[in-house]
């Protein structure tokens, strides 16, 4: 079957670190995308990994590795505004989206 | 442009009644989508469609229908609603699937209940 799987929920303090992990077993795999959804709203586009390694976006970097089926997303500096879900989604061998439940990520003063 | 948009925002409906949900976007994207977003899952494709006038099923698609008589609108009909369809519904548009490097965006959501 297919799955993805990723914490439920994680707490942070305003400018330090987190890692957001991902473990994805799916039909085929075309790469792996990071979405953030502030509550209420929809979900927007963060990074596309399909190659090995880290791929870094301003304040975001987002990893991949194909053999061990795993994926973080690091979030530095951490702002208020980060508050939200964090999706995980691999994209499957039909071209399909298979998506986590996502990780609520609390931003504390 | 406004991207995706969806009409209604919020609905309420009683158990049999049924009703449209309308996704629009100006992008000229080729493809479009109707996800379902319940508490605790993850995201799941109900229709999808690659192109005027072509729709296929998703994940779940049984309870819905869907049309795509314009390339820039994706309708998704509920005939007759059970409470089990209480959701938030997205619809999302990307130019293509086939390029993985494709990007979905998706509209606000229309968030339903079903008493």
């Known amino acids: 079957g297919q799955n993805i799987d990723q914490p439920t929920e994680m707490t942070a303090t305003e400018g330090a670190i987190v890692q957001i992990n991902c473990t994805y077993q799916t039909s085929g795999f075309n790469g792996l995308f990071w979405y953030q959804q502030h509550a209420g709203e929809a979900p927007t586009f963060l990074s596309y990994?399909?190659l090995d390694g880290l791929e870094e976006k301003g304040r975001f970097s987002s990893f991949l590795s194909r053999s061990k089926g795993y994926s973080y997303l690091l979030l530095k500096e951490l702002q208020m505004k980060d508050s939200a879900s964090y999706l995980c989604?691999?994209?499957?061998?039909?071209?399909?989206?298979?998506w986590g439940a996502g990780t609520k990520l609390i931003i504390k003063p | 442009n406004a991207g995706v948009t969806q009409t209604p925002k919020f609905r309420v409906l009683k158990t049999g009644q049924s009703m449209t949900l309308l996704c629009a976007q100006d992008m000229n994207h080729e493809y479009m989508y109707w996800y379902r977003q319940d508490p605790g899952m993850g995201l799941r494709l109900i229709h999808y469609?690659?192109?005027?006038?072509?729709?296929a099923k998703g994940e779940v698609p049984d309870g819905y229908n869907v049309s795509r008589l314009k390339k820039q609108n994706f309708l998704l009909g509920l005939e007759s609603a059970a409470p089990s369809q209480t959701s938030v519904y997205f619809c999302a548009s990307s130019p293509t699937s086939g390029r993985a490097t494709d990007t979905q965006y998706f509209g606000p959501g229309t968030r339903l209940t079903v008493l």
């Open positions: 989604a691999s994209l499957d061998s039909n071209y399909q989206l298979i």
């Open positions: 469609s690659v192109g005027e006038g072509t729709t």
């Open positions: 990994n399909v």
